[in-house]
C-alpha cells in the first residue's frame, strides 16, 4: 500500500501528500493528461518537469489498441517507453469504451465493442483492464466500471452500479493476483476504485460506502462533467465526497476548468485531470489569471507582452502574444506547443499555490479572490 498523510486541512480541502513507488505527489494535484503516452501538442517528458508536471496520465484502451500493452511491457513498461520517471496513472479504458464505441455489448463477464481505429473486435472486462494496465506497469490503475450518460433512468443507474461494484470486486482479486507474480514490472502497483451513480445523489452514497469496505489505495468519483451542470456537479461532491475515505486520496475524474478545481478542492477532492489546458491551447485559447485569452484576435497582431506578464513558462519567458499568434496564423506547430506548455504549467501552478495557501491556512481568501478574477474576465 502507498502512504498517504494529510498535512493541513481547512474546512473540507486537504493538502496531503502520497508516497508511491515512483516517487511523491504533493496534492491537491492536476494531472497532466498524455492518452496516448504523450501529451497532444508537442509536448515531452523533459517539457513536463520544466513546468512542474507531478503525475502523467495515460489511457489503457488507446495503448492497448496501438502500440499494444505487451509491446509496452517488452519494452520495460510505460516509463521506460515514454521516459518518465514520476508517477503515472492509467484510467481502466472503461470511458473510452462507453464514449468511442458505437456499437457495444455489455454483459457481466465484460464489455464487448469493435476498435474505433481498424474495427477489429475487442472483449474488455475487470481481468483484461487489469492486465493491460499491468503490462503498462503504471504507477496507479483505475478499476474497470461503466461510465454511464447523464440523466440515466434510475433503474439503470442502480444495476449499473451494483455491476460496477462486482467488477471493482474482481479488479481487486486481478491485481493482487499479478501483483505477486514474478514477471509482473511493477509489483506494488496502486488500484483506485470509482464512485458512480449519476445525479442520483442516494446511489452515490450507497456506493461510496460499500466501495469504501474494499480498503483500496485511493477513491475516486467518476461520471461527471459528462453533461450535468456545474451545481449538479458540486452537489454530487457535497454529497458523496464526506461518505469516502478521509485518510486516502480522492480523485475528481475529467475535471475541469481552474473554477472547477477551486470548488472541488474546497470539497475534499485532491487529485484532478482535464483535457482543457491541452485542448485549449491547441485552438490558442490561453489561461490567465484574468480569464482566457483567444490568441487568434486581431488586437494581439502588434502586442509584444507575454502571455500573462510574470508567468515563468517557457513561453512566456520568450516570446510575444504578437509572435504565438503568427505561428497559430501560419499553422506553425510551434504555435500549438507554447500555448499547451503555457496552459499546463497554469494549470500545475494553479494547485501548487493552492497546496501553498492551504498550509498556512488561507485557502478561503485564495479560492474567493481567484474566483473573482476569473468571474470578472467570464472564465466560468
Known amino acids: 500500500m502507498a502512504e498517504y498523510t494529510i498535512l493541513a486541512t481547512e474546512g473540507r480541502a486537504k493538502r496531503g501528500r502520497f508516497e508511491t513507488v515512483h516517487g511523491t505527489i504533493e496534492t491537491p494535484v492536476f494531472m497532466n493528461v498524455g492518452t496516448a503516452a504523450a501529451i497532444k501538442g508537442a509536448v515531452s517528458t523533459m517539457d513536463l518537469k520544466e513546468i512542474g508536471c507531478q503525475v502523467e496520465l495515460s489511457n489503457t484502451y488507446h495503448l492497448h489498441v496501438r502500440p499494444g500493452d505487451e509491446l509496452i511491457r517488452d519494452l520495460g513498461g510505460l516509463h521506460a517507453f515514454m521516459n518518465w520517471d514520476r508517477p503515472i496513472l492509467t484510467d481502466s479504458g472503461g470511458f473510452q469504451v462507453f464514449s468511442l464505441a458505437g456499437l457495444r455489448k455489455i454483459k457481466e463477464e465484460g464489455v464487448s465493442f469493435n476498435s474505433h481505429i481498424d474495427g477489429r473486435k475487442i472483449f474488455m472486462g475487470p481481468e483484461e483492464s487489469m492486465g493491460i494496465q499491468s503490462n503498462l506497469a503504471s504507477t496507479i490503475a483505475m478499476a474497470f466500471d461503466e461510465c454511464i450518460e447523464n440523466p440515466s433512468p434510475r433503474e439503470y ?19 493482487a493476483r499479478l501483483n505477486s507474480l514474478p514477471e509482473t514490472i511493477n509489483k506494488n502497483q496502486l488500484l483506485f476504485g470509482i464512485n458512480q451513480g449519476g445525479t442520483y445523489g442516494d446511489i452515490r452514497i450507497r456506493h461510496a460506502q460499500e466501495i469504501s469496505e474494499l480498503n483500496l489505495d485511493g477513491y475516486a468519483v467518476g461520471g461527471l462533467a459528462v453533461g450535468e451542470s456545474h451545481e449538479e456537479m458540486y452537489h454530487i461532491l457535497d454529497e458523496v465526497v464526506p461518505h469516502l475515505p478521509k485518510n486516502k486520496p480522492t480523485y475528481l475524474m475529467g475535471v475541469g476548468t481552474p473554477a472547477n478545481i477551486l470548488e472541488a478542492v474546497d470539497r475534499g477532492v485532491d ?18 489569471n484574468h480569464g482566457k485569452l483567444n490568441l487568434f484576435n486581431k488586437k494581439y497582431e502588434r502586442d509584444g507582452a507575454p502571455i500573462e506578464e510574470g508567468c515563468g513558462c517557457p513561453a512566456c519567458r520568450h516570446y510575444s502574444r504578437a509572435y504565438i499568434r503568427h505561428l497559430l496564423k501560419a499553422g506553425e ?24 495557501h492551504l498550509e498556512v491556512g488561507s485557502f478561503g481568501s485564495f479560492k474567493k479572490q481567484k474566483l473573482a478574477a476569473l468571474e470578472e474576465a467570464g472564465e466560468k
Open 333 to 356: 506547430m510551434l504555435g500549438m506547443r507554447l500555448c499547451v506548455l503555457h496552459n499546463l504549467y497554469f494549470y500545475n501552478t494553479m494547485v501548487a499555490e493552492i497546496r501553498a
Open 157 to 175: 443507474v442502480e444495476k449499473s452500479v451494483d455491476r460496477t461494484t462486482r467488477w471493482l470486486i474482481r479488479c481487486k482479486e486481478e491485481m
Open 271 to 288: 487529485f484532478f485531470d482535464c483535457v482543457y489546458p491541452s485542448r485549449n491551447g491547441r485552438h490558442g485559447h490561453v489561461y490567465t
